[in-house]
């Protein structure tokens, strides 16, 4: 039961007296400090320097320390007609010290809780960072040694596209040549093919003459054979 519920209960089951009111403007105070110790913790835990919080929370535990449980306790056995012992002894544990000691408690292992579970995220997020930068580490050698292999392939082919254009430029030039030669081989033939002609031709006009000189001589000698014939 928290003290908050502990006056609550004291109010609906009994009636409203001088010493109810006061448990009832404790129980506000009460619940005023622990919720400044909630905004204290958090505030301790972003700055080490004494706060404005730090003052309040200072100033309300010394309103708590100030009221006397028991008085109280006294003066409202007084007013329901029960005995003061047997009150103290029934609600001794829920003295509001007790009840901050054990709401402290309650924050400190809630509080441990958190710590140890950020620990445990930190632990594993600290693995998979380290996972992840192994897997890097590998695919960025492998990236080195495949950007290696392109650039070797690359000069490779470099190579052998200027041996080829080498091997080409001479074949071309030698082709060039021969060409020339072939033409040149070839005026000639067809200026000892023309020289032939013309020798032939004149050959055949020669030939030509020869004949009509012999026709003229045949002729002239069948003549002579005639009159050699008449003569007889």
């Known amino acids: 039961m928290t003290l908050n519920n502990f006056f609550v209960y004291i109010l609906l089951n009994e ?9 009832l403007q404790l129980t506000r105070q009460l619940d005023g400090i622990l919720e400044t110790s909630e905004r204290l ?3 301790m835990h972003t700055s080490g320097t004494t706060s404005p919080i730090m003052n309040e929370f200072t100033s309300n535990h010394g309103l708590l320390e100030s009221f006397h ?7 409202y056995s007084n007013q329901t007609g029960e005995s003061h012992d047997q009150l103290t002894k029934d609600y001794s544990h829920c003295s509001p010290n007790s ?3 054990g709401e402290s408690s309650q924050m400190s292992i809630s509080q441990n809780h958190l710590v140890r579970g950020l620990e445990e995220r ?9 996972k ?4 890097y580490e590998r695919l960025t050698v492998k990236m080195d040694l495949m950007k290696d292999q392109y650039e070797r392939r690359l000069t490779d082919l470099s190579n052998e596209r200027t041996n080829l254009q080498n091997i080409s430029q001479r074949d071309l030039e030698k082709t060039k040549e021969q060409i020339k030669a072939h033409a040149k081989t070839i005026g000639i033939l067809v200026a000892e093919k023309t020289e032939l002609q013309s020798q032939v031709t004149h050959l055949d006009n020669l030939a030509v003459q020869r004949l009509r000189e012999i026709e003229e001589v045949s002729s002239r000698l069948k003549a002579s054979r005639q009159q050699i014939l008449d003569l007889e």
Do not use: I
């Open 15 to 23: 009636r409203p007296t001088a010493a109810t009111e006061k448990l």
């Open 99 to 101: 009840l901050l000691s």
């Open 69 to 75: 449980y028991p008085e109280s306790c006294r003066q």
């Open 41 to 43: 913790t958090s505030s």
């Open 122 to 130: 930190n632990v594993e997020l600290a693995s998979m960072l380290e």
């Open 132 to 135: 992840r930068n192994r897997a």
